[in-house]
């Protein structure tokens, strides 16, 4: 697969299937070419020598063409792919629908496409696509009514019919598109490969997309924290609730990786996500059109208190923060403003103000370098003309290179204004917090710009134990793995307590002797999965009982289940739970990002307050921190009331140790450490965590 | 104050400063009124005999009008206030500014407007307002550009500018109103007294509101579930986050309640509060012209399945649910829909779907009667006439009778069906949320006029008992209680452990003798706050240790400060923890709302995780039980993780009681009850709380 500038720069354009037949696709999309692209144009089609005014030609290798669309019937479609591999066409876009999307023929259809594009190493977008669009080249290779406005955002989607609808309201609004592309099935390009591609596109400002799904989580990632150094990306993701995720499976058939796995995945990537079509858009033309801010402050001025209040509440609800002015700034408000007005933070022009001292308070504003940006924020009144304060709105954008962000609030009067605000790439709202909220993107994007992501530690561990120690899941009819795999933790340099698994009362005895202080003995089956409730789990058992609490414990397990696979009982150190903190951390594997890292406080914090947090694997020091710092708990890691701070450098490294166990071996499907109790560090600098206790799932093929 | 029918429908309005003077407020407001106004209008100055064309009278008592607006500057205002009272006019509208809003002088005019209107009895709106419209009556009585257009929205705003930038937009959109109301200093009439009015006003549908504070929070809940019985309030409070309080502070001089407050105060009342200008309007439009659904199942009908797939999740987002569709239903889809189609819900009809798919597959979903409401969503496409199925959407709505919203995604292509769907009373939306939003509006209403407000339960308590305790604090410098007002609870019947306060060593050992087991001993001093600090706790200590400990307490005390207070040495029964849960009820007095009751449970709960639950007193039974339900630890008090459930009964009986000590002394400023230990009932049906101690503070001038 070559880079993708040939797609959306063609110089030469074969439609496959083009026809001049009212009502076709093949028209549509011949007739969407001929409006404005400045390439050429080839009809493919064997039954005529002339369409719409082209000549038309009845193969595709006669049509010395670097692009081809294909429009005709699904049944052919695949020939006219491999026929246009075999011409050394590079980029191909399938708008033919009846592939993945119907199930049966179609799904082994879309497999042969990808072994054809795999073949001719070709860039195929689609199957079942409305095809797609660039501007620069005038290019409409759809087959949608509207052709894009030129501008900076290159916008994909998995929902052709969505584009079709931001293209009418876009048009109407004056906003713009670099390039447009309808994802389809995406059997062979994804948003991916979109990404990394407008990643490097100078003229790409930023990307947005509408997807149901993302194919390669980690792929992903890595290709959006790539590309957003220099390119935001806001996409919705939707499928977002059970309800939506439901829908999402049942309209394209993506199987669903959980809201969990996505949340923390995108964030991870750098992406900014919207929740909606208004957010989508209000996001991304601030980050189309607007310089970045320095910082995260706000000058509000306004002509109207009350619309002033709800813009601050609006400001109280984002990351961005409301600017203290300079005593400098703040003298030149006093001399302007009347006193009935305010010179603090939303500056109170009152009603009266005329577009002087609309301007003259908007300029002192954005000179505070306090001051990171601005919102203006009118109500219609008799001495204010909205069209006048457009103007200086955007000239006072252009002297001070700082964001800002309008409402101008009102209906019929505000029209003409808005125009010459969107011109210069100001949208305007009625609703304060929509421009806020525009703001905050580009605050977070910022943030994102900033961020260094450091490589996964690799630590030095025994892959070999670890791999023998699953291994045995083989030899056995379970694929679930309890205590008896402790010494994956051993071997992953995770510090479990003292103990081992015993087979012989004499043998316990011995080794709970060579523990200090009284032990805790548990029945050690994987057929006996709730080892408390059977009475399996024996606290404190001083020396001279070890004895009898192994034969009970072994007769509890015959007597709960005769046949359950007996591996004996583990004999293990008590860990002093009064000075310590229970955590758990677990690992899901998603079926789209991978293996999804959980931390959080065990007992009722987990499962009752639900106060977790998870990072898509492998996780990076700095990540691991975050895990133990965002979690609402925080506080009780770090020694809150009055206790000593518990070795929080051991549960990071503990965490990421774990990554390198589930990224080292796929097969290990989920697993919990519950508890991993973390003390503070001991006398001789000792690890203040230890692993008490380990279940997990694996995938015996997988190994 | 008399009923404020006559303010919105007078028969004769009189302009107290009525000129022609071009620019003026008094030439705005005669204008405005002379425009549509159907009654009688007199010009009152005495400078002029006919102003723009209506003879002049020269004194509101040859006016023989109903009400007056007055406009003369602020020097005389309070004049032409008392002379209208003089006259008989019962309705003054005073737009007049330099009262409250400007301090000083200001102020103490606005004293002084409060008592003419209560020597006359007169119903004042402002000063500060931009004035009042009925549009019944085509009155416009105030000076802003435009007149509103008739509909079934009553708006009160604290912010004038806010009115004109809201009619301005509504008038391009078609919105209409029935009264609106520029509260300005709310002097005389506030927020209450129009919820009262519009609550029984035939013609207002909903009322709605921008609010920057509410004057009187007990009165307006009491006002507002009585108008929401009929009538669904929605409201923009500003000030909700700490920045807006400040901002809102500084406009207009509120007093700023705890946002906590305004929280848990307004969803008492039975208001809907919005968050920005866009869901205050979309809530409202949707209250004002829909029926009211019969459950929250949402049938979702589209011509595109990714728009499909955002609007499911949009409802997974709010409190409605994807409706379920009966067999019938599903079967006649079957019938009616094509095979790429999807018959479950979101009900995708596919892109080839023209007016007759439409209208059925809607038709079919709206009978269903597992189906409540409806979203209609469509992109654009070739075969589809917007406004054919924007005919098509009202006449369904009309035939079901069942609440319809509108996604008609686009631009242009959308405008015209645009206006026949606001006309009929259902905006549309190019974005699925907003369009969810307005229809979960329509529910949570629906929800709050089935409430049943219990009233509070009047327990029969100790009140001279519990008046003397508090009494105390008159007698000493301080105004804090400690342990000492322990009695407090005892006279409204709160079970506390048994205990004594005494100054006597040999005194302590007889009461620890009384007590079973061993006892907590603590230091009693209002001048030692932190007493464990200091060691003035000693938990479990046996009675022969008794005389030792009381010393060595009155040694630490006096070490720590020799000159404090020192009311002796509490010996209180140890209550046992490890069965039960430690909870803390509080209370803080709110400057608008009162008494907030505050119920969490104890320790890091409150302290890190801030799990808590507010209620503004009194509180009925229903209410606090709420409370220990809503709380996300609520599991813990009902036997999460095997434990037996605590007497959640008896911790409901306790907020209450406390709720009305609280009630019947408003000297009680703040408490703190922590802990209130929470244990399974007890064998002979004992109460499982116990209050073990106790903090407040009095304002001893209330007593």
Known sequence: MGTLTELFAPDRIAVIGATAREGSIGRAVTTNLIADYEGEIVPVNPKYDEVLGLSCVADISEADADMAVVVVPPQIALHAVEAAGEAGVQNVVVITA??????????????????IADKYDLNVVGPNSLGIMSTTGGMNATFGPDNALPGGMSFMSQSGAFITAVLDWANDEGVGFKDVVSLGNKAVLDETD???????????????????????GRAFIDAARKATQDTPIVLVKSGRTDAGAQAASSHTGTLAGSEQAYEVGLDQAGVLRAESVQELFDAAQMLANQPLPENKDVAIVTNAGGPGVM???????????MASFSQETLDEFSEKLPVEGNIYNPVDIVGDADIDRF????????????????????????VLNYEELAEATVELREKHQKPVAACFMGGERVNASASILQDAGIPNYFDPSRAIGALDALAEYNDIQSREYDEPTRFDVDKEKAH??????????????????????????????????????EDAREVAASIDGPVVMKIVSPDILHKSDIGGVKVGVEDEDVEDAFEDLITRARNY????????????????????????????????FGPLMMFGLGGIFVE????????????????????????KTAPMLRGARGQEPVDVDGVVETIQRLSQLVT???AIMEFDINPLVATPVGPDEDSGVKAVDIRLTVDPESL
């Open 194 to 216: 979109f990404v990394d591609h407008w990643g490097d596109d100078e003229e790409t400002d930023v990307v947005i997309g509408y997807l149901e799904g993302i194919s390669d």
């Open 664 to 666: 080292d071996f796929p």
């Open 561 to 592: 289940q005769p046949d359950a696979n007996l591996l004996g009982v583990q004999v293990q150190e008590m860990v002093d739970l009064d000075t310590g903190v229970e955590t758990i951390v677990g690992m899901n594997r998603d079926p789209q």
């Open 608 to 631: 009752i307050l639900e106060d977790t947090t998870f990072r898509v694997a492998p996780v990076a020091e700095s990540e691991a921190r975050e895990m133990t710092e965002e979690i």
């Open 98 to 115: 009846g592939f993945g999307e119907t199930g049966g023929e179609g799904a082994s259809r879309e497999k042969q496409l990808r072994e």
């Open 311 to 321: 813009s601050t509440d609006a400001v109280g609800d984002s990351d961005l923060s």
């Open 359 to 382: 301007t003259d308070a908007l300029d002192i504003a954005l000179a505070d370098e306090n001051v990171g940006m601005a919102l203006v924020l009118s109500c219609p009144t008799a």
């Open 468 to 505: 023998k120690i699953l291994s045995r899941v083989k030899e056995r009819g379970d694929n679930r793995l309890g205590v008896e795999a402790m010494g994956l933790l051993d071997a992953y340099g995770i510090p479990t307590p003292q103990g081992e698994i015993i087979d012989d009362p």
